[in-house]
Structures are given as C-alpha cells and as structure tokens.
C-alpha cells in the first residue's frame, strides 16, 4: 500500500515538473521594469497583444518599492484607475505573479498619476486551445442512418407509400379457420385402405374353403 502511495505521488511530481518546464517568465517592461513609459517607449498593452500568454506562465514586475507597487484590479477600477479599489496589492518591488487560469488580468500601478500616465496592463490568456473534433462514431451517434429513414413522399404530394408487406406466415397460420386438420385426412386415408383389405382377406378365405369342400 505504501508502496503504490509513493508511487502515485512521485508521478504527481513528474506531472508538475513537467507543467514548469513548459511554463515561461514574462518580464513586464523589459529593461525599463513596471514603470511610467517614455513616450517613445511601446505601451505595455502594445506588448502584451504580441504576447502568447499560457495558462503556467508568470509576470515578473520589477519597480522601486519605495516609490510604485502593483495592483489586480477589476476592470471597471482599470479604466477609471481607481486605486483604493483591487483584488490583490504587492509592494515588495520584484513581484511574481502566475496566470493559474485563462481570460483577462488587469493590472494598474498603486499610484493613481502613474496608472494615469499608462502604468497600466491588460493580459489575456489562452485558453489551453480549441477542442478537438468528436469521433466519427460518437458524431454519428442517435443520428438515423440514410438507408433506414423514412420513405420520401411521392410527386403528387400524396402520403409516402406504404413499407413492403412482411413475410407470410408460417404454414399452420395459412390454414383456413374451421378447416379439418390435415391428419384427420390421414386418418381417413388409412382407414379406406384397411377397409379394402379386409374385403380382399375376407374373400380369399371364401376361396379357400370353396377349394376344400370341392377337394372332399
């Protein structure tokens, strides 16, 4: 039992190390960190549109913790850079923060003039890709097949001709009702041939015993 339970737990591990390895570090700015843009600068947003942004991957925010942070917030504050509204605040100046599902993640500065100078980011993540098509059996699957849907109307517009006769019964059912069994005609045979050799028995005795008194 043991044995099976570190079993299962040493492939969990190799699943999730296999996880990290495909999962990739964004640093948020480049070289210039989370920061105000110079105005030559490319937006972050600009940036991110270019970005493939997966489910596993992380965001590095590097900015001076004395000075900037960072906050999750919901759209409505992202647009308004209200910044006495968010889900989640950090402030330790070098912050990891991993995408662990798809959609969108806004992210503004904790400063409100900077969120309004475009300190500001819009993240969207994939959602792991688009499904794969159904079997063709499971496609088919309470789907009527072409050779037994049902008779196509006629030309006229009248009612769809009616499906083949069944095969017809069995022998006995073809008997008509009343009629005598067919061994009562058997039995009626048999008994017209006994009839018939009886007489001829009969008669040949007679013979016989005509023969014998002609004989004495």
């Known amino acids: 039992m043991a044995s099976s339970s570190c079993g299962l737990l040493g492939l969990a591990c190799f699943v999730l190390l296999v996880a990290a390895a495909g999962a ?53 504050d992202y647009n308004t850079c209200n910044t006495s509204s968010y889900d989640k605040q950090f402030d330790d100046g070098s912050t990891s923060f991993t995408l662990d599902r798809s959609g969108a993640f806004f992210f503004t500065s904790g400063v409100e003039a900077n969120c309004r100078a475009n300190e500001k980011l819009i ?8 499904s794969a098509p159904a079997p063709a059996a499971q496609q088919g699957s309470g789907s009527p ?42 039995r009626n045979g048999a008994g017209a041939g006994g009839g018939l050799a009886v007489a001829g028995f009969v008669a040949s005795v007679s013979g016989c015993v005509a023969y014998a008194t002609l004989a004495f």
């Open 24 to 76: 990739t570090q964004y640093k948020v700015g480049g070289d210039n960190g989370w920061a105000v843009p110079d105005a030559a600068a490319e937006s972050f947003n600009s940036w991110a549109e270019k970005t493939s942004f997966q489910i596993g991957d992380s965001l590095l925010f590097v900015y001076p913790k004395d000075k900037d942070s960072v906050l999750l917030v919901e759209p409505a």
């Open 123 to 130: 993240v969207m993540v994939a959602s792991g890709g688009a």
């Open 145 to 186: 097949s072409p050779s037994t849907s049902a008779p196509a109307p006629s030309s006229g517009g009248g009612a769809p001709a009616p499906p083949a006769s069944p095969k017809a019964p069995a022998a006995k059912n073809s008997t008509a009702k009343g009629a005598p069994p067919a061994a009562g005609n058997d």
